[in-house]
């Protein structure tokens, strides 16, 4: 008995205020009217991996789940769904406490905290969310919103919604190449790509926005396609070297003013036959 009791306590602490604890007790949205155009969206920032809630892998109702080393490129598609009142002031499996007025949320496997970009794929609302919680647990459903986060999205009525999750990485201060747009064909030069002063980096005051179209960890793919994008004349390519604690070489497009620039330039990409890059937010 003593041996069972000490597990339902583990897996309360390791599922966090996610709805996934082994308590019945129903769930629900607070009294009166929340006015969420008062909440803004989570703001990307660079935060490293929380303590607690990141082991290698936990079992939950004897199901058990991988932690993600890296939340790069991540991407998918399913249900989403809401925690109110019930976890609203405990504890979540990174440490925080869940407020169910912040835009946060609970995701199964990546890495805490995560920033990501949850976009309901009923009426196109999108809205940014920080993962600082473990969950959901239940069957089909990919990520676990806050009351007020479900509420900007539009599924707080309904219950669930169907959504894309896309991993916003944050990069911390890196040391970078910059390399210049050449003539269509042209080959590209060693002296082309120049490192770049540091007087001549960006130096505002708020986060800048990248798109990070590929990562490779031959040179040689890398140069591959660095070529492909100088010569379909698209600009600013940052070319991130490996470090000891990222080993590939990362091609970024950016520095972009706003979030609309790298929508456009999402799509602009994607009908050249690059694929779909991934927003990057550099502090």
């Given at each position: 008995m003593r041996q069972k009791l000490i597990r339902l306590i583990f897996i309360s602490l390791l599922s966090g205020c996610a709805g996934h604890a082994?308590?019945?007790?129903?769930?629900?949205?607070?009294k009166g009217y929340v006015d969420v155009s008062k909440i803004p969206d989570a703001v990307p920032k660079y935060?490293?991996?929380s303590r607690y809630g990141n082991p290698d892998s936990y079992e939950v109702f004897g199901k058990r789940y991988s932690v993600q080393e890296s939340a790069?490129?991540?991407v998918e598609r399913g249900i989403a769904s809401w925690y109110g009142t019930k976890f609203?002031?405990?504890r979540t499996s990174s440490g925080e406490t869940y407020d169910m007025y912040k835009m946060t949320a609970a995701h199964k496997s990546l890495p805490l905290p995560t920033y990501a970009e949850v976009t309901n794929l009923d009426n196109g609302r999108k809205i940014i969310v920080k993962i600082n919680d473990r969950g959901p647990f239940k069957?089909?459903?990919?990520?676990?919103?806050?009351?007020?986060?479900?509420?900007?999205?539009?599924?707080?009525?309904?219950g669930t919604g169907n959504v894309e999750v896309r991993a916003i990485t944050v990069a911390t201060d890196e040391p970078e190449l910059v390399a210049k747009a050449i003539p269509l064909a042209a080959p590209l030069a060693a002296g082309q790509i120049e490192k770049l002063p540091p007087s001549q980096r960006p130096t505002a005051a708020t986060s800048q926005i990248y798109l990070q179209v590929g990562s490779f960890g031959e040179r040689d793919n890398m140069r591959r396609m660095l070529d492909?994008?100088?010569n379909s004349n698209i600009d600013n390519v940052v070319i991130h070297q490996p470090s000891d604690h990222q080993p590939l070489y990362r091609l970024r497009i950016g520095p972009l003013a706003e979030r609309q620039d790298a929508e456009r330039l999402t799509s602009q990409l994607q009908q050249m036959g690059f694929g779909k890059p991934y927003i990057v937010i550099v502090d």
């Open positions: 082994p308590i019945e007790e129903q769930d629900a949205a607070p935060e490293p991996d790069e490129g991540h609203h002031g405990k069957t089909g459903r990919i990520i676990d919103l806050s009351y007020t986060a479900a509420i900007k999205l539009g599924i707080d009525q309904k492909r994008l100088l």
